[in-house]
Structure formats: structure tokens, C-alpha cells
């Protein structure tokens, strides 16, 4: 019932940067928080920034200073702008949102994104 649409993954060489797009739709009745996770072969999913609606934000340790998370509530949309891009940060990158639908009674959601892939190399 809500879907999540990300754009913005390429391939960047390292130190360059790339900005992550993920706009939400569906029967959205409001959004909690918003976030960006990746996954790199073998690895596990790990969270890489988050951001409330109020506009409280969270970053890995591995991100911070490099990559900025920001949000439109007005569109639905989460950003992730990512600089000084390192070859540890190649991963498949997912949008997370959750949040209530605008059913009755109010039903809680949680969506991922489809994924797209992040790859800095040179």
C-alpha cells in the first residue's frame, strides 16, 4: 500500500560524491521516520541515516561528516547527499519509511525501496 521509488545510485570514483533520492506513495496518512540502509556483498544490512519528521537525524559512525540525510514532508521524499564517497561505501543502498495509512482503523506501515546500487571505484 505504500510504495517507495529510489533513484540517484551510479558508479563515482572515490572522493566524489552522488545524491539518493526515495519519494514515497500510496495511502499515506503521515510518515514517522525515513531512512537510507545498505548492503554490501556478504555483509549485512546496516542502517546509514535516519531522520524523524521532526527533523531529529542519526548516522552510522562510518558516515558522518561525509554523508547528509534530509527530508521533504511535503513530497514525501527523503535525500541522502553523499560525499567524499570511499570504495568501503560500494553497496546496494535502500530506502526505509514507516509510518500510518489512511485507513480506518489506522493501520501502521513499514516499506523498503527496491534498492540501487552505489559503486565507487576508479
Known amino acids: 500500500q505504500v510504495q517507495l521509488v529510489e533513484s540517484g545510485g551510479g558508479l563515482v570514483q572515490p572522493g566524489g560524491s552522488l545524491r539518493l533520492s526515495c519519494a514515497a506513495s500510496?495511502?499515506?496518512?503521515?510518515?514517522?521516520?525515513m531512512g537510507w540502509y545498505r548492503q554490501a556483498a556478504g555483509n549485512q544490512r546496516e542502517l546509514v541515516a535516519a531522520v524523524t519528521g521532526g527533523g531529529r537525524t542519526n548516522y552510522a559512525d562510518s558516515v558522518k561528516g561525509r554523508f547528509t540525510i534530509s527530508r521533504d514532508n511535503a513530497k514525501n521524499t527523503v535525500y541522502l547527499q553523499m560525499d567524499s564517497l570511499k570504495p568501503e561505501d560500494t553497496a546496494v543502498y535502500y530506502c526505509?519509511?514507516?509510518?500510518?495509512?489512511?485507513?480506518?482503523?489506522?493501520?501502521?506501515?513499514?516499506?523498503w525501496g527496491q534498492g540501487t546500487q552505489v559503486t565507487v571505484s576508479s
Open positions: 526505509n519509511a514507516g509510518g500510518k495509512l489512511t485507513t480506518f482503523p489506522v493501520a501502521e506501515f513499514v516499506s
Open positions: 500510496g495511502n499515506i496518512f503521515s510518515i514517522n521516520t
